[in-house]
């Protein structure tokens, strides 16, 4: 048992965290703002700092353009960016789609995208829910029609984040409809730009634009755009949705450090009804509380980066992240909010004026934490029957 | 990174699982909560045998020598198996030994210890005392060549059968500073009665009462006037022993509770099948690698010497809640079966209740973290 990090790690966390001094990441345009996940916002002029500093590409093998070092110092990057909450939402998706890749791509697409999504060239969606097909992704609708050498591609999608920045897209069709449902599903690398495709951004509760729809309509992709076996799309989207459960949550603890650190400081200063809030009792016990659940939160993600490390695929502990993370992070708004009380209405002068800003839109936009990439009851569903082997019903 | 233990570490789980399943059925464990002793000396003497008394005992002092973390491993083992009886509270006497004993106190106490033949306690808290040490009332007067000691603690594991009580008292030194001292006290002194407090879990808790119990000098345990940080980090490495415990604990009923989900037949399906089920099994599983973890850190940390005090409080802040809640939705998962007393859940449940408040509930040590944020 040893929780200390490598030299290696650690020379490459003191390596981000100098760059992060040197070029702060908040100077950097975002075209989405950090929604409170942990990792940021999406910055494409961010993405592309990191793709000539390689960091997009750390653990990926060498000759497709990475640095073919270990996912725990891909990790162990990731946490040290979001502590600076660097925008690291531009190339999430791009490394989920880059695992799909690198798993079951042919040896031409590797050659093709990998430099490319190295270098933050060029930025990834994932286009898998559809309106009838949510959290029961079978029933994907989407159909793609083999014609000689190209499919047609047409059904509409829905959710994919940042899909209206993306210059491609991960799609999943159907391309056998009269199979059984989980053996007719294949994958597609699709260019947004293709004709026949129409996005939208969806403006959701928060008013945030990440959200998006696309409509496919007569799409044409060429056969060299499938990715991995037609009709066994399924195994290669769990491995990106692996990517969605564990890289797009594992970085809770690192990008909430800082707004405990911030809500205790303003603890500290403010007072109310002429009464310092440090004196507070129970508004310290709150906190710690966060504070105690970040450190759980902290541990149960480097479980599974470690299990990563060694190789080893993870199910059901990526559900344990995602849930464990994105209910802290509904609290932690929630606590946020409770903290800061009437002072929420500060005038914009205030000194706490970004706090304020911050956490009222966290606020609203943590309600969708635990439903996008799988709502926490899929993954509660998940962790009984995989990680506890009850039956299925 | 290395979230594993050493083969050594795993062969001593085995070793651990295997007797304890043999030598510790639940029907002994149900007997020893009426048992006023608490525990069978047949089984204390297997367990010396063993060497689990000397296990985190140096060989210097006739122990094996092993790591805190080694202990861990132990704890939670005996946390599954439910064991009833005095190790865990010798276990933290002998802490106390080794963590402030001067070398003739350790050559005296720690080879009887080994073998089984001395059992130790630790007294702090008092009527209205928890854990607090500002608040211990309980004094210890100079008068002559011996130590006076007056007052009432609670909550003393296993006094009744212990051989040695390391009770905390406030003292004056020589310049008249007052701060707390730990006495190595005789449990049969004269003017010392121990009386066993009626629990929820049976375990055996005293209320010790020191009326002018004397002590000679010679019994003080680390500094006079100045055990507070000795006892401060003495209860911190308790709480992670207790998570320790309760990690195996909260396992075991995670365990029963996945098997009988599994078996119990309604509507013509194992309830197992069913997602309400389902969810509060997948909620027991997230709490435990919670408590797994953050118990697994602080014990690490204990255990390469370094600054634990945050992460001890972490962790048995998590753990006294994560238990709990474990245990409850557990019962609610087992029906009306696991709400009889023969059944093993309460067992279980009961211990969850007690080993949340020892040595500091999650509320306490949250007030600690609180400090430790920067509040």
Partial sequence: ?393 | MDFSFTEEQEMLRKIARDFLTTECPKDLVRQMVKDEKGYTPELWKKMAELGWMGLIIPEEYGGIGGSFLDVVVLLEEMGRACLPGPFFSSLIGTLAILEAGNEPQKKELLPKIAQGELLSTLAISEPGVGYEMNTIQCQAMLKGKEYVINGTKLFVENAHVADLIVCAAKSKDGTGHQGITLFLTNAKSPNLTCTLIETVAGDKQCEVSFQGVRVPQGSILGELGRGEECLKSLLQVAAVAKCAEMLGGAQQVLDMTVNYVKERIQFDHPIGTLQAIQHHCANMLIDLEGIRYITYLAAWKVNEGLPFGKEAAIAKAWASEAYRRISDLAHQCHGAIGFCEDHDLPLYSKRAKASEFAFGDARFQRRFVAQEIGL
């Fill in chain 1, 1 to 393: 048992m040893d929780f200390r990090f490598s030299e290696e790690e650690e020379r490459l966390r003191e390596e981000v965290r100098q760059f992060c001094q040197k070029e702060p990441p908040e100077s950097f345009p975002c075209e989405i703002e950090d929604e409170g996940y942990g990792f940021g916002g999406w910055s494409s002029a961010f993405t592309r700092r990191l793709g000539q500093k390689g960091w997009l590409s750390i653990s990926w093998p060498k000759e497709y353009g990475g640095l073919g070092r270990s996912i725990m110092e891909r990790f162990v990057a990731a946490e040290e960016l979001a502590y600076h909450r660097a925008p690291q939402y531009g190339h999430l998706f791009g490394d989920a789609v880059a695992a799909g890749i690198l798993g079951y791509g042919t040896e031409e697409q590797k050659r093709e995208f990998l430099p490319q999504m190295a270098r933050g060239d060029i930025l990834w969606a994932t286009g898998l829910s559809e309106p009838g097909a949510g959290s029961d992704l079978l029933n994907t609708a989407t159909r793609a029609a083999k014609d000689s050498d190209n499919y047609i591609l047409n059904g509409q999608k829905i959710w994919p984040t940042g899909a209206h920045l993306a210059d491609w897209c991960l799609i999943l069709a159907r391309t056998d409809p009269e199979a059984p449902k989980s053996r007719g599903l294949s994958t597609f690398l699709v260019n947004t730009r293709s004709p026949g495709i129409t996005v939208n951004p969806i403006i959701d509760m928060s008013g945030s634009k990440s959200f998006c729809e696309i409509f496919l309509e007569d799409v044409r992709v060429p056969k060299s755009c499938l990715l991995g076996q037609e009709n066994r799309g399924l195994p290669l989207v769990f491995a990106c949705l692996e990517g969605d459960r564990f890289w797009g949550r594992c970085l809770r603890h690192a990008g909430s450090k800082k707004d405990l650190e911030e809500l205790v400081q303003y603890v500290n200063e403010a007072s109310y009804d002429g009464r310092r809030l440090k004196d507070d009792q129970v508004l310290r016990d709150t906190l710690a509380e966060i504070a105690v659940e970040l450190e759980v939160c902290r541990m149960i993600n480097y479980k599974a980066a470690w299990l990563l490390n060694k190789g080893q695929s993870i199910s059901w502990e990526s559900s344990v992240v995602k849930t464990f993370a994105d209910e802290l992070g509904q609290r932690l708004a929630q606590v946020g909010l409770q903290v800061l009380g009437p002072q929420v209405q500060l005038r914009e002068d205030s000194k706490w004026t970004a706090l304020r800003k911050r956490f009222t839109f966290l606020y609203t936009f943590n309600r969708g934490l635990s439903l996008a990439g799988g709502t926490s009851e899929i993954q509660r569903t998940t962790i009984a029957l995989r990680g506890l082997g009850l039956p299925r019903g």
